[in-house]
């Protein structure tokens, strides 16, 4: 059974410095991992897309890499913002189903 | 494009009431997904339509909770009887076709008193 863990549960960083958030997880036959960001009261919205043949995706300043060997995945966020603060989640798929870790609340101080 | 929709954004009922989410999927996405999320927790899938199928709805409590999914378009998520513990919120995703990128909606904030 696949089970997602993400380590800090609560980040405070201040603007500008540059952070990585953990994903691990215990299966690593996987089909795609999606690291998410959620606003307090709001849905989740898409930030990066791993597939199970790639090993990284950039997106602006975020940057998530895949080990599958290790079992993790990391969120590189370079040069954060006041406005990065949310919730960031991962997930992943595999046999057609996707498990989520419980994520990670960044507060980016002013 | 539009997103996922959903409705309505908030929902407040007394428990033992009945009560109905709706969900619109990105258009030509077959794949649609309902999933609960707990505060301070991840998203767990309650049921997986590929178009008007129910392909996975193993996490589902069926003795009061309901779902379908006409024409393979919209869906709706049912509960009957709502019970103090279904407070939570009710997120609905889409994608293309199964294992492909997730787009999810504002959710549904459900609250039973």
């Known amino acids: 059974k696949q089970e997602v863990t993400q380590i800090p549960a609560a980040l405070s960083v201040p603007e500008g410095e540059n952070l990585v958030l953990n994903c691990s997880f215990t299966?690593?036959?996987?089909?795609?991992l999606q690291w998410f960001r959620q606003d307090p009261g709001k849905g989740l919205t898409s930030l990066l897309l791993?597939?199970?043949?790639?090993r990284e995706q950039t997106s602006g300043r975020l940057n998530a890499s895949l080990d599958k060997s290790s079992g993790r995945s990391t969120l590189y966020i370079a040069a954060s913002q006041p406005g990065d603060s949310a919730t960031y989640l991962c997930?992943?798929?595999?046999?057609?189903?996707?498990?989520f870790g419980a994520g990670t609340r960044l507060f980016v101080k002013a | 494009e539009a997103g996922v929709v959903q409705s309505p954004r908030y929902k407040i009922i007394e428990k033992k009431q009945p009560v109905a989410f709706w969900c619109n999927p990105i258009?030509?996405?077959?794949?649609l997904y309902w999933y609960l999320q707990n505060l301070g927790q991840g998203p767990e899938l309650l049921i997986r339509?590929?178009?008007?199928?129910?392909?996975?709805d193993s996490q589902l409590p069926k003795d009061r909770f309901s779902a379908e999914r006409l024409k393979g378009v919209d869906s709706t998520l049912k509960i009957q009887p709502a019970e103090l513990g279904d407070s939570a919120v009710y997120l609905c995703?889409?994608?293309?076709?199964?294992?492909?990128?997730?787009?999810f909606g504002q959710g549904t904030r459900l609250t039973v008193v």
């Open positions: 995703a889409s994608s293309l076709v199964q294992n492909t990128e997730a787009f």
């Open positions: 258009s030509g996405h077959n794949t």
């Open positions: 791993i597939q199970s043949s790639q």
């Open positions: 299966d690593s036959a996987i089909y795609n």
């Open positions: 997930a992943l798929t595999g046999g057609f189903k996707t498990i």
């Open positions: 339509y590929e178009n008007e199928e129910a392909v996975d």
